[in-house]
């Protein structure tokens, strides 16, 4: 399938916000053993490109990303370091026009009608609903009703215990954050509690994950 399109199947990327990441190729490797083969590194990391250029040098079975690109500048910097999708916490034209120049998905945060709307005016690949816990999964039926059409993935506040509640309400996917990768456990390297973690969310999604192999997996793509 294409590379972005795991996230539909997945039913969940993972986001990486940490300020040390031992080893970003065996994170990948984890998360991808525990089911989720979308990984965002955020733009907050230090030395995020050589992360991303990391991970990418291994196959690791994962499609990487950068996420939290606020400038043209920092979406050209992700590029360059070979992300394969762009993500922003907001709405942004130019990092919009970037992304299509470059002809790599861009996932787009925003919150009420019109940012949706503003945001599938750009081309977007996806939304980001953020932050998605705040209103709660009743917020995606409200605003799939008039726009049925919108990829919208829930991000923010997302935990196994809740993920499943935001897909029934209509979300493309949801976003695993520090509740699957705590930086308290991604800084001492407990890949074994990373690949756990990325289990116990897949399989609250109603998932038999299998070891790297997305096709083994049920899918329930929206």
């Known amino acids: 399938m294409p590379t972005i399109d795991i996230i539909g199947h997945d039913r969940a990327m993972a986001l990486i ?17 525990g089911g989720i083969h979308a990984i965002e590194f955020t733009l907050t990391t230090p030395d995020v490109e050589a992360h ?3 991970a990418l040098r291994r196959d690791t079975g994962a499609v990487i990303g950068a996420g939290s690109v606020l400038t043209p500048a920092q979406a050209r910097s992700a590029l360059d370091a070979g ?15 970037i ?14 009608p019109s940012e949706i709307m503003q945001a599938l005016a750009l081309g977007v690949w996806a939304v980001k609903v953020f932050p998605a816990q705040t209103a709660g999964p009743e917020h995606f039926e409200h605003l799939l009703g008039p726009m049925p059409m919108a990829r ?3 991000s923010g506040g997302i935990v196994a215990g809740n993920a499943q509640s935001f897909l029934d309400a209509g979300a493309y996917a949801v976003t695993a ?14 890949w074994e509690q990373l690949r756990a973690r990325a289990t116990e969310f897949s399989s609250a999604l109603g998932r038999r994950v299998g070891r790297g192999d997305p096709g083994a ?5 929206h």
Request: charged content about 15%; overall charge negative; glycine content about 6%.
């Open 17 to 33: 916000r940490s300020s040390v990441i031992p080893d970003a190729a065996a994170l990948a490797d984890a998360l991808v053993a």
């Open 52 to 54: 991303i250029a990391r």
């Open 83 to 97: 992300a394969q999708f762009l993500a922003t916490p907001g709405l942004s034209p130019q990092v919009a026009e």
């Open 99 to 112: 992304a299509q120049q470059a002809s790599v998905p861009l996932m787009m945060g925003a919150f009420t």
């Open 152 to 154: 919208l993935i829930a």
């Open 177 to 190: 954050g520090s509740s699957v990768v705590p930086a308290g456990a991604l800084a001492d390297a407990d």
């Open 217 to 221: 997996e049920e899918s329930h793509a």
